[in-house]
Structures are given as C-alpha cells and as structure tokens.
C-alpha cells in the first residue's frame, strides 16, 4: 500500500470517528424541545383565562371560562380538565363552577402549603365588569378522575380602608396637573376619566367590588397567600391578603398609575416581591412594574419598563433555582407572538427569549393570550394560554358556526428557552 492511500484511509479514519463522537454526543445531549396540544377541539364558544397547575400526585390541571361571551353573557361557566400522571391525553371538560344565569370568568387556582386546593373567580352580577363579585372554592378531593369535589364555597368580601381613598385621591390630583401631557382635544375626556376615579375612591360600592383575580395566588413565606386582583372600573390593582388561610381577607395599598392591570408576583432572594402588569393605559405600551418590601402590603410607585405589552395578560414566576420566568405577548399591538423569556438577575435584564407562537402581523394572524405557567417538579415548564385559530384555519360545524377557540398546553425544559428560536 503506497504513502498516499495509507494518509487517506488515516484521514477516513479520523472524519469517521469525529462523526461518530459527534452522533454521541447528540444523542447524549439532544436538542431541546417544545410539546404542545390543544386540551380539546377548537369549538364556537368563547374559550379563555386558563390557569394551570401540577396536583401532588403529578396529575395537571387546567381550568379556564368558556360561554357565549363574557361579562354580557350569562351562560359563562368555570370548566376544568385534568391529565394524569404519565398519560398523554387529557380529560373531556368537566364543570368547576358556575352560578347558573350569571357570567363567571377569569379562575385562578393554587395548592396551599396544607394541600388544600384554592379555587378563586368573579362572579359578575350585572353583566359589567365594575359588579364582579370575588369568589373562592376550597377543595380536599381534587386528585380524583374528573372534577374536584369541594368542601366549601365563599364570598370574598373586601374593605379597602381610608388608606386606598387617600392613594387614589392624590394620584389623581398629580395626575390632574400633568393634563397637558395630552394632546389638547382629549384632556376634557381626560379629566372627566379622572374625576370620576375621584368619586368612585370614596364610594363604597365601588372600591368594595369589581375586584378580579387572572393570575396564579401567591403563597409569601408560606404564611401568606397573597392574591392578585385588578378593577376594570378602576384601570389599577391591588392585592387581597389572606394570613389565617381565608378566615380573614384585608387589602394592600392600591397600585394606581396609568392602567396597571392584572398583576403577577415574583420574589427576589431578598423576599422582595416584584410585580409585572399588564398596560391599560395609554402610550408607550409597555409592562408595568412594581415591588413591595413588606410582604405585599404596600408597593412603590408603578414605572414602565422596556418590555413591550399589547394590553395584554402576562404572568412571572421564580423557578427552585432562583431564575425568573415571564411569559407574555412581546408586541405594542395585536396577540400575534407570545414569547417565554428567562432572566438570572432577579428580572434587571432578560437574556433568553423564545417564541411558543409567533405569527405574521396581518388578517390570517392567530391569536395568542392569557398565559399561565408553572414548573413542575421534574424542573420541566408547562404553560397554558387561549388560542385563537388563524382565519384560513378555522373550520364550520352543521350549523356554520365557526370552530376557532382553544386552550392550548406546552411543556418544555428551560434549557428550550435559552437555545433560542
């Protein structure tokens, strides 16, 4: 065999173990993936707000509302699903409350420290927002097939104090005086917005109703749940506080600014809680952000941040290592893209983003909202969020009703954030 052919079959050699150490180490550390299905089959219904949550047994479950509208509907019902451990498939619907005659919407749930599962919505009782009556379920039995079997069923009463009047009544006062921030022919509509948020502060009917969850409860130090709430009558939030296991419910301090809505609560190793909320108000179309050093019970004032929102729901979440996890529609305009994004200093900066759904802007864009998101305890995220299929998708039933809304679930492994799209 001369020089030459023992030089090329060295170099086959070579290329042929390079591959093969190259095949090895792909299978040892594949790429990362997203699995993703929709819970049931795209129907005419109304289909939105889900929240999701993994049982102690592993089970997940999911509930959402679904009716022939929202607040102006009364046939507006709070349905669940479950998938048990190990399996693929998830259950058909099953009822998990509904006051008959009545629109209920935007539930909520968690598991307390005691395993109890929490059941929190609005039961809307003039068919707007502003008359939301709050809610709440506990359940024992709720790792059974099907649905939950509930111990208890109570109202939520809230009584924000003198406190929350003052708050709104100053905000608005500085508020009034930066009027000529606006262009000339809204600042009448402007101030009359104003005024009446005025007069709704120190009314009782309204600062004690029209408060909604949309976001996952927060337990603080596992003494304290904390539940996020919002008023459409109002545009702002505030937080209801439970320290005796929801005997007793008082109020934090109101976070008022230009439309903070719906907020989410992750929490620093410093136990500061952070809060992203949604954008109700006016341009730029940013988050809005917050955090309070006292459990919950006051917040500074709320400031944009960078991070774009469409006026749309957004949930955050602290993983078991520390990182956070937010997960939002990353537009100004339109629910075309919902992206997961990750950060490892405490949410100064958020260095991975990835894409669940990404649509081109235009008429055939789907639409993609409401997310929740949990980790569950084999570290993998799963994540739920309202689907509405893009027009030259959707397909008519026997009566032509168009079949377009969804909950859609995605599980995936927070190293498929940071691979990037």
């Known amino acids: 065999m001369n020089r030459r052919v023992r030089i090329r079959e060295a170099a086959g050699g070579l290329l ?23 819970i049931f089959p795209p129907g005419y219904l109304h289909t939105h707000g889900s929240c999701i949550l993994q049982c102690p047994n592993g089970d997940l479950l999911v509930c959402w509302y679904r009716g022939s509208g929202e607040r102006s509907a ?8 479950r998938r048990r451990r190990g399996d693929t498939r998830w259950s058909e619907p099953f ?69 929350f009047t003052r708050v709104v009544q100053e905000s608005v006062d500085h508020d009034l005086q930066r009027l000529d921030r606006f262009p000339a022919e809204v600042r009448p509509r402007a101030r009359q917005y104003l005024e009446q948020r005025r007069a709704h502060a120190a009314d009782r009917y309204f600062h004690r109703l029209g408060w909604m969850p949309r976001v996952h409860p927060f337990i603080y130090q596992g003494r304290r749940l904390i539940l996020p709430l919002y008023s459409d009558g ?3 939030s505030l937080m209801a506080i439970t320290d005796d296991w929801g005997k007793t419910w008082t109020t934090s301090l109101p976070l008022v600014g230009d439309g903070p809505v719906q907020p989410a609560i992750a929490v620093r190793r410093d136990g500061t809680l952070a809060t992203y909320m949604r954008d109700n108000g ?6 809005l952000y917050s955090e309070s050093a006292d459990g919950g019970k006051t917040w500074a004032p709320v400031r944009d941040t960078e991070i ?35 950060s490892d200093d ?44 893009k027009p030259s998708q959707i397909v008519k039933d026997a009566q032509g009703r168009s079949l377009r809304e969804t909950i859609k679930h995605a599980q995936f492994p927070v190293d498929w954030i940071t691979a990037g799209d």
């Open 16 to 38: 042929a173990a390079a591959l093969a150490f190259l095949c090895a180490a792909g299978a040892a550390k594949p790429v990362p993936a997203v699995r993703s299905e929709h």
């Open 74 to 81: 009364d046939d507006v019902e709070i349905v669940g699903a």
């Open 95 to 163: 009822p998990m409350a509904d006051q008959p005659g009545f629109p209920d919407c935007n539930p909520c749930m968690i598991i307390d420290p005691q395993q109890r599962l929490w059941l929190f919505w609005p039961l809307i009782q003039a068919n707007e927002w502003h008359t939301a009556l709050l809610m709440s379920r506990v359940s024992d039995d709720y790792q059974r097939r099907g649905a939950p079997r509930w111990s208890s069923e109570k109202v939520i009463h809230l009584k924000p104090g003198p406190e």
């Open 234 to 236: 109002f545009d702002f």
């Open 282 to 287: 006016g341009p730029p179309k940013r988050l």
């Open 308 to 342: 774009p929102n469409p006026g749309a729901g957004v949930e955050v979440m602290t993983l078991r290592d520390g990182r956070w996890v937010l997960i939002n529609n990353d537009t100004e305009r339109g629910r075309h893209s919902l992206a997961v994004s990750l």
């Open 346 to 389: 405490e949410g100064k900066s958020w260095k991975w983003t990835r894409h669940l759904e990404r649509d081109t802007p235009g008429p055939d864009a789907g639409s993609y909202s409401y997310p929740s998101i949990i980790e569950a305890r084999d570290g993998t995220l799963h994540a739920t969020y309202s689907v509405a299929l």
